[in-house]
């Protein structure tokens, strides 16, 4: 944050150079609404900053290296800028909660497009499911401790 000319003018810094475009790549299997989460978070900052012409350009260029980065259309950004605001909801929004596995659950989905349930999707690939692993317990009836008793069948 700079004073000029008795005016606040505020350049976007304090990303990390190393983290600046480490967000759910475009061909990754996860739902749409998550992939454009983070777009949407870059250009809400962008445009809620009153930034000068010359930082909103840089921050816009920023944005669009990110989305060529991971192998997104940067026409997302244009339509961003054109989307109007959120409407207004009267009545109360009922969800549904979908685990999202791929292209079947946009199919299973689509029976609630024209009622007034709303989808949302979460994934299913915690880090604790990816570090705990399960292992199915085999009980050897011979790994027990005690004594065992072996009768022979023929008498010697």
Excluded at 109 to 115: A, G, L, P
Aim: proline share 3%.
């Amino acid at each position: 944050m700079r004073f000029e000319q008795a005016v606040i003018a505020f350049l976007v810094e304090g990303k990390k150079p190393t983290s600046t475009d480490v967000i759910i790549p475009n061909d990754s299997c996860h739902p749409k609404e998550h992939k454009v989460a983070a777009i949407r978070y870059l250009h809400n900052r962008m445009v809620s900053y009153q930034l000068a012409p010359e930082n909103l350009e840089k921050e816009r260029n920023t944005i669009l290296q990110i989305l060529n980065n991971n192998k997104y259309d940067t026409s997302i950004l244009q339509a961003l800028d054109t989307k109007k605001g959120n409407k207004h909801r009267e009545e109360k929004t009922k969800w549904a909660k979908f685990t999202y596995t791929g292209r079947e659950t946009r199919a299973v989905t689509k029976v609630f497009r024209n009622t007034n349930v709303k989808v949302t999707f979460g994934t299913d690939n915690s880090i604790e499911k990816l570090l705990i692993t399960r292992h199915e317990h085999t009980r050897n009836r011979y790994d027990n401790s005690g004594i065992y008793q072996l009768t022979c069948l023929r008498a010697v």
